[in-house]
């Protein structure tokens, strides 16, 4: 549904539940030095942290290699070193030192050393795989990168970017999964055809973080192991991640104390846990954006007047109350809560009174038909049916189109759209991910990049310049302060009607505490899971 995020359901969850019945009868409780997760893993495709990029490794590999710093279990609203004891910035805002922490051991025994960790982000770079974007838009290139990020000694690393950019946002950038320390020596010495140890890597790790890999199984399992060596000792030896796709299934095997954990559930199955002591249910917000993108193309939909009646004619609370409840909170700017520089905006609600007049103003006393392009999968279904009740209410008449995920982003990536619902999830933990799509674009020519806003034909000076300077800000402050601006700015004036932040829910046996899976896939833990 979001970006890089999918939920699925099986049609065949009846034979499976009764196929497993038989298969669990007789299996014992999980181990209690283990904890056993249920989720869909079938987009794992390796496990390379300078490779990786879907959803499922991104979470798992996050427990598994360490960063120079990041948004740690204990307080996941403060950016800490983590193999990084400390940190200056230049004068010049574009020279970062660290010092790493003294004696940080890799699996292997040996010692992380500063040029592990510079070899390991040049690596990202000259490999240059799907996350290697984030690095290299801080004009670090295959040619310069090496010159730009080396040791100094064995407990120092210097990196120098070229562009201009708030050293907040490469510090957060440097908390991603992909510029995790992999040991040099380790992956050399499985280098195949100069691939730096990729292959290799795709099933192995050499890491210094809080688990080690395993084994991973295509389509059945991920298993980590606690590493003895780091810092901060995990409270469980091992997580096994088993790929269980149907969401009953995984609530059948939660109830039965084969799994521990279930990552996958939808609105019926934890209806069905309700009566069940022996689990709990916990939510945690997500990064998402649920979001409904309004075309500029579209004369109508140009005019602000009309864009901003349309805002009054979405029911966003009476949707959160009732059969979005437990899922989604309303949320109206492009930051999701919790994120860094979120700010707290919901400035829209359901008024027609409202919305009737600011039609007649743009010249629409009686409405006009418009056509909504959905993905065909439930809530989107759900939502768009809501929102033709209620927009009819002001003579607006949506034509309903759904179809499948894959024909709904060709549709917005052609621009061919009217009004399309559909949803977003950011790239990184910095508010520069989601601002650069949702309020920049320098250039509305077909052959150009396309940001959402692009997609929307949105192209504003002002919050073109909003978005450059509040990225290049220094003071953290005053740059929070531009964001919580630009949101504002978009929110109202924006080709958009932002609706809905997903939680992620989490279904455990009540003996299991301490997971924290945080805002983004690179802020979820396991070392802070226990089983009593």
Not at 92 to 111: I, Q, V, Y
Not at 123 to 139: I, S, Y
Not at 448 to 459: E, F
């Amino acid at each position: 549904m979001m970006n890089r995020r999918t939920f699925m359901a099986s049609a065949s969850a009846t034979t499976v539940l009764s196929t497993l019945l038989a298969q669990h009868e007789a299996e014992a409780a999980t181990p209690k030095d283990t904890v056993v997760i249920a989720s869909q893993i079938d987009d794992t495709i390796t496990c390379d942290p300078g490779e990786a990029y879907e959803i499922s490794p991104q979470i798992f590999l996050s427990s598994v290699y360490d960063r120079l710093v990041r948004y740690e279990a204990e307080d996941l609203t403060k950016l800490v070193g983590s193999a990084a004891a400390s940190w200056e910035i230049g004068k010049d805002s574009k020279t970062f030192t660290f010092k790493l922490r003294p004696n940080m051991k890799f699996e292997s025994g040996a010692t992380v050393t500063a040029e592990d960790f510079a070899w390991s982000i040049q690596r990202v770079v000259l490999m240059d795989k799907t996350p290697a974007f984030l690095l290299t838009q801080l004009g670090w290139t295959k040619a310069n990168v090496k010159d730009l990020v080396k040791a100094l000694d064995p407990l120092t690393i210097q990196m120098k970017i070229i562009e201009d950019f708030s050293p907040v946002m490469v510090l957060n950038l440097m908390a991603t999964t992909c510029a995790s320390a992999v040991e040099k020596k380790v992956a050399l010495a499985n280098e195949k055809n100069g691939d730096l140890g990729n292959e290799w890597l795709k099933t192995h790790s050499a890491t210094s973080g809080a688990y080690k890999l395993v084994s991973w199984k295509p389509n059945e399992s991920v298993t980590l192991e606690a590493n003895a060596g780091y810092r901060l000792p995990a409270k469980t030896k091992r997580v096994v991640i088993r790929h269980v796709p149907e969401p009953a299934t995984q609530r059948l095997l939660l109830e039965k104390g084969d799994i521990d954990m279930a990552w996958s559930l939808q609105s019926d199955q934890i209806k069905a846990l309700a009566a069940n002591k022996d689990v709990k249910v916990d939510t945690f917000p997500y990064s998402g954006t649920w979001y409904c993108n309004m075309n500029l193309g579209d004369a109508r939909l140009k005019n602000p007047k009309v864009r901003t009646a349309l805002r009054y004619l979405v029911d966003y609370q009476g949707m959160a109350n009732s059969f979005l409840k437990g899922q989604f909170i309303v949320n109206q700017t492009f930051l999701p809560k919790g994120f860094p520089g979120w700010t707290d905006y919901n400035p829209y609600k359901l008024d027609v009174a409202k919305a009737k007049a600011l039609l007649a103003e743009a010249g629409y006393p009686n409405g006009f038909e418009v056509r909504l392009n959905i993905s065909n999968q439930s809530p989107n279904t759900e939502i768009a049916q809501s929102m033709q009740q209620t927009m009819a209410m002001a003579g607006v008449k949506v034509n309903i189109v759904a179809t499948d995920r894959k024909q709904l982003i060709a549709e917005i990536r052609g621009r061919r759209h009217q009004l399309l619902f559909i949803s977003w999830t950011p790239d990184y933990l910095d508010p520069h991910t989601n601002a650069g799509v949702f309020a920049m674009n320098d250039d509305d020519a077909d052959d150009k990049p396309k940001p959402l806003a692009w997609r929307s034909h949105y192209m504003d000076p002002v919050s073109n310049k909003m978005t450059m300077d509040a990225v290049k800000e220094i003071d953290p402050k005053k740059r929070d302060k531009m964001y919580a601006d630009l949101q504002k700015k978009i929110t109202d004036e924006g080709p958009y009607i932002l609706m809905f932040q997903p939680l992620t829910i989490v279904a455990s046996r009540k003996n299991v505490s301490g997971y924290k899976p945080g805002i983004v896939e690179d802020t979820y833990f396991f070392r802070t899971i226990a089983k009593s």
